[in-house]
Nanobody
Framework: QLQLVESGGGLVQPGGSLRLSCAAS????????IGWFRQAPGKEREGVSC????????YSVDFVKGRFTISRDNAKNTVYLQMNSLEPEDTAVYYC?????????????????????WGQGTQVTVSS
């Protein structure tokens, strides 16, 4: 069974850092485009960062650029989202997603419909 499992969320003070992990079981993440989405209470789900299948391209939305970094460790079959300089507005449930279809080889996009597998989410709370 193909499964994505996020971890690494928690409570952090403003300005702090967290590293989210997305581990895959049942398949290798190496050949998948991977993304991170988030959803805050009362708000719509939004894309955060993604990495292409070839690992040659990443993309992050403007409000996290310079603060969040997506990376992949194929040996561990895990994708990470390093989050620095966290702000209260970053509070949300963060979801890891993977695309099994062809495409997104040298680029990636943050449209939910482009991804086939979703993890259960991990809560990130930024508060003093």
């Amino acid at each position: 069974q193909l499964q994505l499992v996020e971890s690494g969320g928690g409570l952090v003070q403003p300005g702090g850092s967290l590293r989210l992990s997305c581990a895959a079981s049942g398949f290798s993440l190496q050949y998948y485009a991977i993304g991170w989405f988030r959803q805050a209470p009362g708000k719509e789900r939004e894309g955060v960062s993604c990495i292409s299948r070839s690992d040659t391209s990443t993309y992050s939305v403007d409000f996290v650029k310079g603060r969040f970094t997506i990376s992949r460790d194929n040996a561990k079959n895990t994708v990470y989202l390093q989050m620095n300089s966290l702000e209260p507005e970053d509070t949300a449930v963060y979801y890891c997603v993977a695309r099994s279809r062809l495409g997104l080889f040298n680029h990636c996009v943050l449209s939910p419909g482009e991804y086939d597998y979703w993890g259960q989410g991990t809560q990130v709370t930024v508060s003093s």
